[in-house]
């Protein structure tokens, strides 16, 4: 068995690159331990949010957030046509809210480094959030509202991404757990089961799980950790009243709406290893701080509580590119693995074909983290 390209995991993350290798005609294998619809991707909110996620002191992390946020519409266009499954985007932007003293001060002071930054932003007084959404809670103080930034719900573009990669010829092969990893001259991977497949280039893509498979260049694994996030989802019935029609954020929880009436309500940042527990405090400062936006998500059924595990890196940044001969990273989008599934589809799958990732990969090397 040999293949073009052995990407490790499936991901948002492997499958866009899978998908997009498989399309530029390269033979694909994607392996995933368990169902794409087991890992991070999964749970995640699904928000393509560069301007309300900017952090202070992460302007290079910004432009390529900016850049991955460019590419989404074309990316859901043609994922929604390779699938034959519309990819819809929320359009109607994120409203980042103050609900007390302290978190009106904090606002003010992102707001004035997001117009620094010239970043698409408009000051919102407690009147002009509450017009565009009537049922925020009378506490209300303040707003940013970013139109441009979007949301896509992940589920769903992981089922079309399956679809889209099986239609671009490529393979995908579920509960196939990677062992190890082989680079250099004869890059391979051996399964857990003794198998060994052989890769022109194997492929990274195996979140913040990425640095426990032998064979991964120590760097690389030591850069990759795993952060907790808690994440709930909130459903009512068809006749009742829409609470919500934009992303809505606070410092301390944000809200993403759903076409189908559901809302997600994250997330918890835990330092907590690989433990994968939900607990009920978190769950309850998260119900707390969302009653605080919206006191009538109160009514709603808690329908699912999830937990997932962010792949972070020491810079909050990715690792994309080669790290070793015959070895591609791609992994550590920590917040952001959504929003730059699309970069990061045709910057790797550009890389695998080409040998030469794209400019705007450079800064992402593997090997910043090299001692
Ligand atoms: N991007 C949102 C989160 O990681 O919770």
Known sequence: MSYDAVIVGAGITGLS???RAAKMGLEVLVLER?????????????MLAPVTETTFGEEKLLRLNLAGAARWPSFAQELGEAANQPID????GTLHLATNRDQAAELERLYEYQVKLDLQVERLTAGACRELEPALHPSTRAGILARDDRAVEPRRVIRAL???????????????????????DHPAVTLEDGTEVAAGTVVLAAGCWSGLIDGVPKPVAAALRPVKGQILRLRHRPDHPVLLTHVLRTEEVYLVPRANGEVVVGASVEEKGFDATATAGEVFELLRSAGEVIPGIRELQLAEVNVGLRPGSPDNAPLL??????????????????????ITG?????????GEPPPELLPFGPGRFDR
């Open 17 to 19: 690159i899978g998908f």
């Open 34 to 46: 368990d169902d794409p619809a087991d890992g991070a991707s999964a749970v995640a909110a699904g």
């Open 89 to 92: 985007l929320l359009t109607s």
């Open 162 to 184: 399956g679809k889209a990669l099986h239609a671009a010829g490529g393979t995908l092969r579920t509960g196939s757990s990677v062992r190890s990893i082989r680079t250099g």
């Open 321 to 342: 590119g080669t790290a070793a001969p015959g070895l591609v990273v791609a992994a550590g989008h920590f917040r952001n693995g959504i929003l730059l599934a699309p």
């Open 346 to 354: 045709d910057g790797i799958a550009q890389l695998l074909a080409s």
